[in-house]
């Protein structure tokens, strides 16, 4: 009798000590998810799309760990470029292990990167297939940074990897999205001061490639370089330059080019390589005039300039 009176004596104070200690357990796994230490608990629809293995994990703490190890497979099916079994792999992982961004990078950059350039380049394909495939693997790779979004608001990795992809030249750019991703960023409260400069300046290099925001990409260049030096970069000068070319600009105060440069030297050196790119951005005004000028002033050698003057005896 009395081993029995001990077993429910031990069963009766080990009830009250997990009876006390619950609210003190429960607070504390609603401040770790708060503070995203540990995964989300998972939807009935949720773990419906999980394997078997995965699906063992979400009883545990193993979801993190069993995501790894799929991550790390997910390089087989690389090599092979078998990108069905990546994306399937990643739909997996990322429900593991939602708050680990580099998941959630790896998986769009596999789609929007790897797969969307293979099919681009599969002569198996015709070229209009070559060409629907290669935007539906860009839009799955934008699906996937939207989803992130949602399961990771607030966080500004998440709205850059969205608004790289946007800008991307190679990748079926939208510069006016773009613009508008960047600007939302910048609403993220105690952004770091380096992601707001970088924001800003992804934001008029996008701008620079929309000719209908000519006034407001001069705009913006020449605000950023009035505010501080840090942004006395070449997208900004190049763009006060061929700014205040601009036939349709409305420009209050033109710049010299030692104004906007510094020096006759750095605006030559700036301004032969915006040349050499000039296809790449706006149309570029006033350049050719510029580079001509600084010539002039710089006494650079005939044989050494990108203009130099034909003989008299040519003309």
């Known amino acids: ?13 080990l009830a009250v000590t997990g009876w006390l200690r619950m609210p003190y357990e429960q607070k504390l796994s609603e401040e770790l998810h708060a503070l995203k230490l540990v995964p ?35 390089t087989n099916y690389h090599s092979d470029q078998n990108w069905d079994k990546i ?22 950059w596999h789609m ?24 539906n693997y860009i839009q799955k790779g934008k699906d996937i940074i939207n989803q992130s979004i949602k399961v990771n608001p607030g966080d500004w990795r998440y709205l850059n990897l969205k608004a790289k992809l946007e800008a991307n030249r190679y990748r079926d750019p ?15 409260p105690d952004l770091p001061n380096h992601i707001k400069r970088s924001a800003k300046l992804e934001i008029l290099f ?36 061929i700014g205040q070319n601009h036939p349709l600009n409305n420009v209050s105060n033109s710049m010299s080019l030692s104004e906007i440069y510094g020096s006759n030297q750095n605006a030559y050196k700036k301004l032969k390589i915006k040349w050499l790119r000039r296809e790449l951005g706006q149309k570029p005004y006033g ?6 000028q600084v010539e002039n002033k710089l006494l650079i050698p005939q044989t050494k300039r990108l203009f130099p003057h034909k003989p008299l005896f040519m003309n």
């Not at 949720?46 to 995501?67: E, H, M, N, W």
């Not at 000519?214 to 942004?231: R, V």
Request: hydrophobic share 40%.
């Open 174 to 188: 939208d510069y006016a999205t773009a613009v508008a991703t960047y600007q939302e960023i910048l609403q993220i």
């Open 40 to 74: 989300p608990r998972l939807s009935l629809e949720d773990r419906s799309k999980l394997k078997q293995k995965a699906f063992v994990a979400t009883y545990g703490s193993l979801r993190p760990t069993i995501a790894a190890f799929m991550s790390v497979k997910t």
């Open 287 to 292: 350049l050719e005039e510029a580079i001509q």
């Open 87 to 108: 994306e399937d792999a990643f739909k997996e992982i990322v429900l593991l292990d939602p708050y680990n961004f580099y998941y959630w990078d790896q998986a769009a």
């Open 112 to 135: 929007a990167s790897n797969a969307a350039a293979d099919k681009q380049n599969d002569r198996s394909l015709t070229e209009i297939g070559r060409k629907q495939q290669f935007q």
């Open 1 to 13: 009798m009395k081993p029995l009176l001990n077993i429910i004596l031990i069963l009766a104070i």
């Open 206 to 241: 996008a701008m620079q490639k929309l000719p209908q925001r000519h006034q407001e990409s001069y705009n913006l260049a020449i605000q950023l370089f009035e505010k501080d030096t840090s942004y006395h970069v070449p997208t900004v000068l190049n763009e006060i330059l």
